[in-house]
């Protein structure tokens, strides 16, 4: 049986991509929305796991072990292995059974679902937590789903027995919206980085959402 796990209502993730075209580094972007009071981080990489790629995780794993703070790893059981992290997959990526089997029961296990007939398949799951989206258009994939809207979130946590991740074009503008909806959490990329992409402004921005959403 998988245990509880309790998610803040600010999910961010660090995309390498999109913090590459702001010339941050996920090592310091990590370290500054750590200090902003982020309780929990996601490292994404869609592209090859150089050794370079692999050294900056192995840095924001660091700061989150630091923190005492969940690092969840997009995709890849392998890299989540190795740094005693958890991990988030996708419908195209590793089952989540054989995803939970590898991790063991102690690791936090997510599961991307883009519908409402994925999400409800996906509650057989042995995750912890299932996103949700896209909710609103969204600029991290190049192929993205199709929008599915507020109101599909609102009927889906109907059904959903488990913590839902709403996923998507989120911003501090909309997020609000969101949570009420139905989300347990929020799932940010691009709306976590401000347009001068730095240590002071990355912790500012952090401290903003929690502002924002009341932590």
Known sequence: MIRSIKLPRVYP?????TLARRGCL???????LLEGGARILQFRHKGHYSRAVFEQAERVAAHCRAAG?????DDRADIALLLDAGLHLGQSDLPPREGRRLLGPARILGFSTHNPQQLAAALAEPVDYLAFGPIFPTRSKENPDPIIGLGALQEVKKQASLLLVAIGGITRDNAPDVLAA???SVAVIHDILPETCNFS????????WLTLLNK
């Not at 996920?26 to 500054?32: D, I, M, N, Q, V």
């Open 182 to 184: 139905g989300a347990d």
């Open 13 to 17: 993730i660090l995309d390498t991509e």
């Open 201 to 208: 402004t990355l912790r500012a921005r952090m401290e903003e």
């Open 26 to 32: 996920p090592e310091t972007a990590a370290l500054a």
């Open 69 to 73: 703070v969940p690092l969840i790893i």
